[in-house]
């Protein structure tokens, strides 16, 4: 059983920045992809950003690349997600998820992912 813990969310303006982190628990984290998601009121979860096992590939939403990075630290078993030049739309509660090893070794669909943390409030104001 993985637990996970995001923290770093909070209330920005738009154009500035947050970093989001997600503390993981339990198995090997090395042995699992990592994804971000994210749900805004009346909407939805929707994917963000996803990364592999290795730390590469990663992946994208279009409304969020070119602004958004994922990333992950095996030895320390946390996952980041650093959010520039952020937008009123970018306003949500953001959950970070564990896939466990199969085929595709990443996914868009929250569905493919087994394990999942709280949520942390992202609030971007205009």
């Known amino acids: 059983q993985v637990q996970l813990v995001e923290s770093g969310g909070g209330l920005v303006q738009a154009g500035g920045s947050l970093r989001l982190s997600c503390a993981a628990s339990?198995?090997?984290?090395?042995?699992?992809?990592m994804g971000w998601f994210r749900q805004a009121p009346g909407k939805e979860r929707e994917f963000v950003s996803a990364?592999?096992?290795?730390?590469?590939?990663?992946y994208y939403a279009d409304s969020v690349k070119g602004r958004f990075t994922i990333s992950r630290d095996n030895a320390k078993r946390t996952l980041y997600l650093q959010m520039n030049s952020m937008k009123p739309e970018d306003t949500a509660v953001y959950y970070c998820a564990a896939r466990p090893g199969g085929y595709p070794a990443v996914t868009m669909d929250p569905g493919g992912y087994k394990y999942w943390g709280q949520g942390t409030q992202v609030t971007v104001s205009s």
């Open positions: 990364i592999r096992w290795s730390g590469a590939p990663t």
């Open positions: 339990g198995p090997t984290f090395s042995d699992y992809a």
